[in-house]
């Protein structure tokens, strides 16, 4: 086993799962193109094998010298003391920070930014740590009041709306606003 | 040349109205380049529809201008935040980011300010007297299989940096190249990989993706920081570099001035691969190997004035043969066909004032990043006081709007926040972030021209190396990535 832990066997797993998926994937599309005798499978099918040897290259790498950093290394993304997972609370926290902009995103088409805004600012600082309400309300107005202020009033960007009641109509009226704020000038 | 500059020099000032779209593009480049969350291209995207009430010179001046602030305003994101602006910033962040935790960051954005202003008034001087002669020269000797070689080249410097091993390098680099087979196929229009999802049809775009993997992710590891008490806040300083810690670095910035020109100069390749190679470059000629990516200057240095340096060069394929270095420069063919022109030789014979106008543009925005740039650095150095958790939701409502604008989709939304998060867990397995954007950015543009060449050689693959530029890039390539691996399981390259 050298220096190989499970983890390593399971990163080496997953991507292979994911190339084994690609490659299959790409008979989906195996057709030829009259004017390239390579088709459109043949690139995809060449990352997908050199994917496989970099990952059993990383493999064995990890059987000789475990989870290590290669000597001469440059601009390491995320070198550093890593959390400890094994405390359930610290694991939930994390795992709400990486959901809960996911739910934001899901309700952008029925809510609409304009509504949805304020509690996902208002959420992520609380996941951040912030416990002082008055700050977070504070905070809030302030980032929602540039939000609208620099896309809304000052460059006019879309953006989604909503599509169901009331939300859509609270949208509606925050445009109708805008309009009026923009014919003052 | 004088004559010509003048002339656009003096059409530039000589209208209110043309000085207002320069400024508001200076100032709005700057500051979209420097919001994380954000970045020029999310200005571009906005922009382009207003551009049909200006005149063509000032609407293809106005996304000059955003082109080269917009690139030095990426940079401060990348040194205080670990959040590239844009991908051509990423470089910056392997030296910038710890500069500013060992509470250097004055001196890492000191240095962003003034070799991007080296990096873009060289640049610009050198495309204002040899456009012509070196599109000519262009049009000559760089085809496809060359552009394919030297994707090859970048894709094989670009894995040799981030990752914590060679192997993790090249599946980055797997990775962004994959991730971009997703969608039509660029020689038959064939769909793949959609997986039923009509929208994917497009293809990952790649702000979106960009967004989720730099600004995201970066939230994402400070969220586990503090979640685990290890989050430190990073230390403001003030202190700029000197003449003398500058000059040290004059051989740097000279050959990341000719590497990003280079990269700059061929179709399709644009500010990104420059700022990787001049990054490359820089540690392949440094004594002291080891002390980049841990906060070396030069590093900074490097990465700034390659991509700055690639903003003119980009000009000259767009230009005179009509084809786009990067996503900006592609918004500004879209500038060109809104206004009835299309970019290419003839756009010298029939639009010559155009043409000067943004030529002059580009050398004064160059100049202004050295004095705006020196002036906003205290002002921008203060968002590094705002603590975190006010920060953190801005910059995700800031990416979420950047996601969504460019198409209209919610689904580009969505791709930034799985972005995001496979962002954050393969940085923490020690893969590279930069490495996976560039094989995104990448991927298309080699598959492209790959094929092409193939074409073009009758599907004899010697041929490209009778080709004397092709053949050294392709060597080039072979060499870093062999070397590479040699130094993987040499026994002298004991792990740390």
């Known amino acids: 086993m050298g220096r190989l832990k499970r983890g390593h066997m399971i990163e080496a797993a997953i991507w292979l799962l994911i190339a084994a998926v690609f ?79 996911f739910i934001f995103a899901w309700l952008l ?13 208002a959420a992520i600082m609380w996941l951040f740590g912030e416990r002082r309400i008055k700050a977070i309300l504070i905070m809030t107005a302030v980032i929602y009041v540039i939000f609208l202020g620099l896309f809304l009033v000052i460059l006019n960007a879309p953006l989604p709306q909503g599509n169901t009641s009331p939300f859509y109509d609270y949208s509606a009226w925050i445009l109708k606003m805008n309009t009026q704020l923009q014919n003052l000038w | 040349m004088i004559e010509n500059f003048l002339a656009g020099s003096s059409a530039l000032f000589g209208d209110p109205v043309t000085i207002a ?16 969350g954000v970045s020029m291209l999310t200005l571009a995207a906005i922009l382009l529809p207003f551009t049909a009430g ?80 070196l599109a000519q020269w262009a049009i000559r000797n760089i085809g496809p299989p060359e552009i394919f070689a030297l994707v090859f080249f970048g894709l094989a410097v670009a894995s040799s940096v981030g990752a914590r091993t060679i192997w993790k390098g090249w ?68 202190s700029f570099p000197t003449f003398l810690e500058l000059w ?34 820089a540690v392949r000629w440094s004594k002291d190997k080891e002390s980049f990516g841990k906060g070396n200057l030069e590093g900074v240095i490097s990465s700034e004035t390659a991509n700055n340096a690639a903003t003119g060069a980009a000009m000259i394929p767009l230009l005179a043969l009509g084809l ?30 155009l043409i000067w106008v943004v030529f002059a543009a580009m050398f004064y925005a160059n100049l202004s990043i050295l004095i705006i740039g020196l002036v906003e650095t205290k002002t921008i150095l203060n968002l590094l006081k705002i603590p975190f958790q006010f920060l953190a939701p801005l910059i995700l409502m800031l990416a979420t709007i950047g996601a969504y604008i460019s198409r209209g989709l919610v689904l580009d939304v969505m791709v930034m926040f799985i972005a995001g998060i496979l962002g954050y867990l393969l940085r923490r397995s020690g893969f590279s972030i930069p490495g996976i954007v560039l094989g995104l950015i990448l991927g298309q543009i080699g598959e492209q021209n790959f094929a092409q060449g193939m074409q073009m050689v009758h599907y004899d693959l010697g041929t490209y190396f009778s080709r004397p530029i092709c053949a050294i890039l392709i060597a080039a390539g072979a060499v870093t990535l062999f070397a ?13």
């Open chain 1, 109 to 121: 088409k029925p809510v609409g930014i304009y509504f949805a805004a304020p509690f996902f600012i």
């Open chain 1, 23 to 101: 490659f299959g994937y790409s008979f989906e599309f195996n057709q030829p193109i009259e004017i390239y005798k390579f088709g459109a499978t043949a690139w995809p099918r060449v990352v997908v094998v050199l994917l496989v040897v970099a990952t059993l290259g990383n493999l064995y790498y990890s059987y000789l010298y475990g989870s290590s950093a290669q000597q001469g290394r440059m601009g390491i993304s995320n070198e550093g003391p890593q959390t400890d997972f094994s405390d359930p609370g610290t694991l939930t926290k994390m795992l709400a920070v990486l959901f809960t902009p």
């Open chain 2, 324 to 353: 786009p270095g990067g996503a900006l420069t592609a918004m500004m063919v879209a500038v060109f066909q809104m206004h009835d022109l299309q970019p290419g030789p003839l756009v010298f014979y029939t639009s010559p004032d």
């Open chain 2, 21 to 36: 779209i320069f400024v508001f593009g200076v100032i709005g480049g700057m500051l979209f380049g420097a919001i994380p």
């Open chain 2, 54 to 133: 200006l005149t063509p010179a000032q609407g293809v001046m106005l996304f000059a201008v955003i082109y080269c602030t917009g690139t030095y305003g990426g940079a401060i994101t990348a040194i205080l935040f670990n959040i590239p602006g844009a991908p051509e910033n990423a470089p910056t962040a392997f030296d910038g980011y710890p500069m500013t935790q060992q509470g250097k960051s004055g001196k890492a954005v000191g240095a962003a300010v003034l070799c991007s202003a080296i990096g873009g008034v060289s640049s610009a001087l050198i495309m204002m007297a040899a456009t012509e002669p």
């Open chain 2, 171 to 238: 599946m980055s680099v797997l990775i962004g190249l994959l991730i971009a087979t997703i969608g039509q196929d660029p020689v038959g229009g064939i769909n793949r990989y959609n997986f039923g999802v009509g929208d994917l049809a497009a293809g990952i775009a790649f702000v979106p993706a960009i967004l989720g993997f730099f600004a995201v992710s970066e939230i994402f590891v400070q969220a586990e920081r503090k979640a685990g008490g290890t989050y430190k806040a990073p230390k403001v300083s003030m």
């Open chain 2, 248 to 281: 040290m670095h004059k051989f740097a910035v000279l050959r990341s001035i000719l590497v990003g020109f280079f990269c700059g100069i061929l179709p399709g390749i644009g500010a990104t691969l420059a700022a990787f190679m001049g990054y490359g470059e």
């Open chain 2, 484 to 496: 590479n691996i040699y130094r993987a399981f040499a026994p002298a390259a004991q792990p740390r």
